[in-house]
């Protein structure tokens, strides 16, 4: 999985159009291999970049849950925590 691409359900403040269109490419780079495509390939790249922001707005917008949302801040918190610890500090 993309290390870029991180979960963007049930937090708060909820995840915004930007956020999910990022995770969107992200996903798309990865998929293709392509980092920034080719004339040849771009409108290709960028129709499955929105169908993949669609495809994931409707999913997130679906979703239904019973947990407390999550602190964005304290979840980065942690993952710079888990980072430092595996890598050490720089």
Do not use: H, W
């Amino acid at each position: 999985m993309c290390r870029n691409i991180r979960a963007l359900y049930n937090y708060e403040p909820p995840s915004t159009g930007a956020d999910i269109e990022a995770a969107a490419l992200q996903y798309v780079r990865k998929v293709s291999g392509y980092k920034k495509p080719s004339a040849a390939n771009e409108a290709v790249f960028q129709r499955a970049v929105a169908d993949i922001a669609r495809a994931t707005a409707s999913l997130l917008d679906s979703l239904q849950t019973t947990a407390p949302p999550r602190n964005r801040e304290a979840e980065i918190a942690k993952a710079r925590a888990r980072n430092a610890a595996r890598f050490g500090r720089a």
